[in-house]
């Protein structure tokens, strides 16, 4: 890949991340503070508002791949389900054992299950060995 498209795919996962992210953190402070849930909860409320908009957008913009494939959506599952397992894990050691606030929890999932998350999806979910157009699909 060139610099270019490196750079190209880089923002555009930074992009989707962030406006996921946004959507994430929206949604889990909403369920805590409106829905008055509990931590893990409402986090993973978030969670699950966040990951539809993050395949859509990472299969088409940032990977330049089809929606439809299902061994690349379960692969993205996956990773999805390693960053939601890290993600949960790090709000439940630093609300409920270390005793930070919610709000103050979310710093470090937004920044570290990111980059987790991009490294598995390039290599891995959309990576050019895990591609496999379905029957009447063609590339992006």
Known sequence: MSAVGAARQGGSFALIGVIATGVHVVAALAARTGLQLEPLTANFVGYACAV?????????????????????????????LVGLALNQSIVHLLVDIAGWPFWLALGPVVVLVPLLSFVLLKVWAFGERGFRAEPGQGGA
């Open 52 to 80: 539809g908009f993050s395949y859509v957008g990472n299969a088409r913009l940032t990977f330049g791949r089809p929606m439809r494939n299902m061994g690349q959506f379960i692969r993205f599952l996956v990773v999805s």
